[in-house]
């Protein structure tokens, strides 16, 4: 589990988060929603210690962050950003980078390191993939790697910035399949997406942001009733009960 608490950070001595105080749940899949430069990334970026807090805490099963080595927050939390560099090696080789915070130095993978990149492969339906090098990949199919990358890491949390971009409609839903697979087993999985839709029908906790604060949070349901959405985007949104449920639309 990860919890936020008045958590304000930023950069360069700029406020961008605002005090947010935030959970992640083991089991649930939170998405991060909210305009462009709200400060969404920033949070992802604070929670992992890899920019500067001003002010507040932030755990990690049960442990502040401040205590912990990089090494032990990789080890804890996965994180697969939203841009990311483009090495020449193949989707395999970048799917065992997700081991690093295992190995020692030298950096010598064992059995159990291409166990896992291979299950990482499988889950982000990179098998295909697996031999080709990132630079001859179109940008859905990198997003996949680095999404093997990720999952190779193994940890009871996974962060996630914008892991549906450049993606079609089927492998956005399977990224979203694999999510609430990772939920199903325990995991706390934290998406940035920006398809209100899809968030709204395939998240349990939507947290939605404004401003670098937190303008509301709570099921996808209790957060369209409260009308959230149509305030911060200037958008209307709305739902019709199917067969399968709520299907939300823009009208």
Same mark, same amino acid.
């Given at each position: $589990?990860? %919890?936020?608490?008045?958590?304000? =950070?930023?950069?360069?001595?700029?406020?961008?988060?605002?005090?947010?105080?935030?959970?992640?749940?083991?089991?649930?899949?939170?998405?991060?929603?909210?305009?462009?430069?709200?400060?969404?990334?920033?949070?992802?970026?604070?929670?992992?210690?890899?920019?500067?807090?001003?002010?507040?805490?932030?755990?990690?099963?049960?442990?502040?962050?401040?205590?912990?080595?990089?090494?032990?927050?990789?080890?804890?939390? =996965?994180?697969?950003?939203?841009? /990311?560099?483009?090495?020449?090696? !193949?989707?395999?080789?970048?799917?065992?980078?997700?081991?690093?915070?295992?190995?020692?130095?030298?950096? /010598?993978?064992?059995?159990?390191?291409? =166990?896992?990149?291979?299950?990482?492969?499988?889950?982000?339906? =990179?098998?295909?993939?697996?031999?080709?090098?990132?630079?001859?990949?179109?940008?859905?199919?990198?997003?996949?790697?680095?999404?093997?990358?990720?999952?190779?890491?193994? !940890?009871?949390?996974?962060?996630?910035?914008?892991?549906?971009?450049?993606?079609?409609?089927?492998?956005?839903?399977?990224?979203?399949? !694999?999510?609430?697979?990772?939920?199903?087993?325990?995991?706390?999985?934290?998406?940035?997406?920006?398809?209100?839709?899809?968030?709204?029908?395939?998240?349990? !906790?939507?947290?939605? $942001?404004?401003?670098?604060?937190?303008?509301?949070?709570?099921?996808?349901?209790?957060?369209?009733?409260?009308?959230?959405?149509? %305030?911060?985007?200037?958008?209307?949104?709305?739902?019709?009960?199917?067969? %399968?449920?709520?299907?939300?639309?823009?009208?």
């Amino acid at each position: $589990m990860i %919890e936020l608490r008045g958590l304000r =950070a930023g950069y360069h001595g700029g406020e961008v988060l605002k005090g947010v105080s935030l959970c992640f749940e083991p089991g649930r899949v939170t998405v991060l929603c909210g305009p462009n430069g709200c400060g969404k990334s920033t949070l992802l970026k604070a929670v992992l210690g890899m920019i500067p807090r001003l002010d507040g805490e932030v755990y990690i099963d049960g442990d502040e962050i401040s205590a912990l080595s990089r090494r032990e927050i990789a080890r804890r939390a =996965a994180y697969m950003p939203q841009d /990311r560099a483009v090495p020449s090696i !193949t989707v395999r080789r970048m799917a065992l980078h997700g081991r690093f915070p295992y190995l020692g130095y030298p950096r /010598r993978y064992g059995r159990e390191d291409h =166990a896992a990149a291979e299950r990482a492969l499988v889950r982000a339906d =990179a098998v295909d993939l697996a031999d080709r090098a990132l630079p001859e990949l179109s940008g859905g199919q990198r997003q996949r790697a680095y999404l093997a990358m990720a999952l190779a890491q193994e !940890t009871a949390s996974v962060l996630m910035d914008e892991p549906t971009a450049f993606l079609d409609v089927g492998h956005q839903l399977a990224v979203m399949d !694999t999510a609430r697979s990772l939920a199903g087993e325990g995991r706390a999985v934290v998406l940035v997406l920006h398809d209100l839709c899809l968030a709204l029908k395939r998240a349990d !906790t939507l947290a939605v $942001m404004a401003g670098g604060a937190l303008a509301a949070c709570g099921t996808p349901g209790e957060v369209y009733a409260y009308g959230a959405l149509d %305030e911060v985007f200037n958008v209307k949104i709305r739902r019709a009960l199917t067969p %399968e449920g709520w299907q939300y639309y823009y009208a």
